[in-house]
């Protein structure tokens, strides 16, 4: 932990838990467990960290997210930010940064040889990883029981790189591949038979990181309707959850 530590000052500086930061965003710097990454496999880009956020920073997030007003109305379910993000998106951002570092960077050198005589893929490319910012955009979802989201791929709009952190409730997330000579959003048809869906359990406080295939060839949806929602077997059960996503706008030339 020293270790990681010492390095993480080393690349990024001190500690962001200074003066000018509010009380939402300095309560969370009780240390996140050192972030455990996993590949899902069948999509290439596509990456997990499920122990991404300690209870006590995902009970901060919670209510810096609610504490803006942005859901006073119960008619209210989204919003979005461009540019100017909040303190603690900011810091979130920072924090999936030095994840995917200790990662990449740290666990195992970058481009490392593995066993098999390949190469060790990275999170994110270091030119996305470096970028700044790294997010300029967010968008926030409340979901109640039974609301989720149609099967997309994230408008073109957004570079390569984007980053959903999962609150309050699990849910599973499925992948299809998007169809050759379909559009970037192509609905679901429940029985094609080239479809595959690989499913993705999200956890309170996780992190999915999508860049490459898993971003631009993999349409992502979640169905929280009654029998959609099964894990190994068992239905989860329904609650409110929060879904933060951190993307980055194209620039325009």
């Given at each position: 932990?020293?270790?990681?530590?010492?390095l993480l000052r080393e690349v990024f500086g001190e500690s962001s838990d200074s003066e000018d930061l509010d009380p939402q965003t300095k309560h969370h710097q009780t240390r996140d467990p050192i972030p455990s990454w996993e590949q899902i496999k069948e999509i290439n880009g596509l990456w997990l960290?499920?122990?991404?956020?300690?209870?006590?920073?995902?009970?901060?997030?919670?209510?810096?997210?609610?504490?803006?007003?942005?859901?006073?109305?119960?008619?209210?379910?989204?919003a979005m930010r461009f540019g100017d993000l909040p303190a603690w998106a900011i810091e979130l951002s920072s924090s999936i940064r030095e994840a995917v570092f200790l990662e990449d960077h740290v666990s195992e050198p970058i481009n490392s040889v593995t066993s098999n005589g390949g190469t060790k893929p990275c999170i994110l490319p270091s030119n996305l990883l470096w970028r700044e910012p790294l997010f300029d955009q967010l968008i926030?979802?409340?979901?109640?029981?039974g609301e989720g989201i149609c099967a997309h791929v994230d408008l073109m709009r957004f570079?390569?790189?984007?980053?959903?952190?999962?609150?309050?409730?699990?849910?599973?997330?499925?992948?299809?591949?998007?169809?050759?000579?379909?559009?970037?959003?192509?609905?679901?048809?429940?029985?094609?038979?080239?479809?595959?869906?690989?499913?993705?359990?999200?956890?309170?406080?996780?992190?999915?990181?999508?860049?490459?295939?898993?971003?631009?060839?993999?349409?992502?949806?979640?169905?929280?309707?009654?029998?959609?929602?099964?894990?190994?077997?068992?239905?989860?059960?329904?609650?409110?959850?929060?879904?933060?996503?951190?993307?980055?706008?194209c620039q325009v030339d």
């Open positions: 932990m020293e270790n990681h530590e010492e960290c499920r122990g991404f956020l300690s209870p006590q920073h995902q009970s901060s997030l919670v209510s810096a997210v609610l504490n803006e007003g942005w859901f006073n109305e119960d008619s209210h379910n989204q926030v979802n409340v979901y109640h029981p570079e390569d790189g984007i980053g959903i952190v999962s609150l309050e409730s699990s849910c599973v997330m499925h992948f299809t591949r998007v169809e050759e000579g379909g559009s970037d959003i192509v609905e679901h048809r429940e029985n094609h038979p080239l479809t595959t869906k690989v499913p993705v359990l999200l956890t309170p406080g996780s992190l999915v990181i999508m860049s490459g295939e898993a971003r631009y060839l993999w349409k992502h949806e979640i169905n929280r309707k009654p029998g959609f929602q099964m894990w190994e077997g068992q239905e989860l059960m329904q609650e409110r959850r929060i879904s933060i996503t951190l993307r980055k706008l």
